[in-house]
C-alpha cells in the first residue's frame, strides 16, 4: 500500500458500485481522492466517510457527466481543493436496452452522452492539470467487444468507443508522460446489475468461472494502471471478465 501516496485521483460516478470501489482502493493506496455523483450524496457521503475513517482524504462533488459544464467544474474544484490532478477514472456511465426499432433518439442521446461525451470532456480538461507521470484509465466493458445478448447494441457502440479513444489518447498522451488505458469489466455484482437481479442466470452461464466479479477485483487492475508498476502500460484496453470474452 502507499503507492499513490502524494497523488490526487477524480473518480467520476464514484458514489456507489465500481467507481465506490475504486475511489476506496485508491484512497487505500495514499492518494486524496475526488468522486462525482449525479443524484445520490447519500451514497457519496458514505464513501467520503469511510474513506476519512480510514485516515485519507476524499471530497464529492455533484456533477451529472452528460453535463459538460458540470464535469469541467468538477475537474476544476478538485485541483483547486485537493492541489493537484495525478489520475482520472472515467467510471459514470449509463446503460440502456432495448431492440433497435424500440429504442428512442433521446435516450440513444443520453447514453452517448454520459458514457462518450462526458468522458472525452472530462479527459480533455484534466489532462491541462496532469504533467509526467499522469494517468487516464477509462473504465469500458466487455461489451465494447462482443454483444453478449440482444437489445445492448447502443451501450456497446459507447464502449467500443471508449476504447477507440483510449488508443488514440494513448498516442496523443504518451509523449507527455501521460498514459491512457481501458479497463473492461464482464459482468460485476452491483445495484445496476445483481449477480441475483434479472439478467444474472443468462449472463453467469456464459462465464468460465461461473460467478460475476466484484467492484474490489476491478479497483485491484485500476489501482495496478495508476501506480508506477503500471507506468508502461499504455492504450491498452484490459478486460477483467472471468473468461466471458474467451
Excluded at 87 to 116: C, H, K, T, W, Y
Excluded at 156 to 184: E, F, S
Excluded at 209 to 219: C, H, I, N, W
Excluded at 227 to 240: K, S
Aim: charged residues 20%; hydrophobic residues 45%; aromatic residues 4%.
Amino acid at each position: 500500500m502507499g503507492t499513490l501516496k502524494g497523488k490526487v485521483a477524480l473518480v467520476t460516478g464514484g458514489s456507489r458500485g465500481i467507481g465506490a470501489a475504486i475511489a476506496r482502493r485508491l484512497a487505500r493506496e495514499g492518494a486524496a481522492v475526488a468522486i462525482t455523483y449525479a443524484a445520490s450524496p447519500a451514497k457519496a457521503d458514505e464513501v467520503v466517510r469511510a474513506i476519512e475513517a480510514a485516515g485519507g482524504r476524499a471530497i464529492a462533488l455533484r456533477a451529472d457527466s452528460g453535463d459538460a459544464e458540470a464535469v469541467r467544474s468538477a475537474v476544476a474544484q478538485t485541483v483547486e481543493a485537493l492541489g493537484r490532478l495525478d489520475v482520472l477514472v472515467n467510471n459514470a456511465g449509463v446503460a440502456a436496452m432495448a431492440p433497435i426499432d424500440q429504442f428512442s433518439l433521446e435516450e440513444f442521446d443520453r447514453v452517448m452522452g454520459v458514457n462518450v461525451r462526458g468522458l472525452f470532456v472530462a479527459a480533455q480538461e484534466a489532462v491541462r492539470h496532469m504533467g509526467e507521470g499522469g494517468r487516464i484509465i477509462n473504465i469500458g466493458s466487455v461489451s465494447g467487444d462482443v454483444a453478449l445478448m440482444a437489445g445492448m447494441s447502443v451501450y456497446g457502440a459507447t464502449k467500443a468507443a471508449v476504447a477507440g479513444l483510449t488508443r488514440g489518447w494513448a498516442r496523443d498522451l504518451g509523449p507527455r508522460g501521460i498514459t491512457v488505458n481501458n479497463v473492461q469489466p464482464g459482468p460485476v455484482d452491483t445495484d445496476m446489475n445483481p449477480a441475483d437481479g434479472p439478467l444474472a442466470a443468462g449472463l453467469r452461464g456464459q462465464i468460465p468461472v461461473q460467478r460475476y466479479g466484484q467492484g474490489d477485483e476491478v479497483a485491484s487492475m485500476v489501482a495496478y494502471l495508476a501506480g508506477p508498476e503500471g507506468a508502461f502500460v499504455n492504450g491498452a484496453n484490459l478486460n477483467i471478465d472471468g473468461g466471458i470474452t474467451a
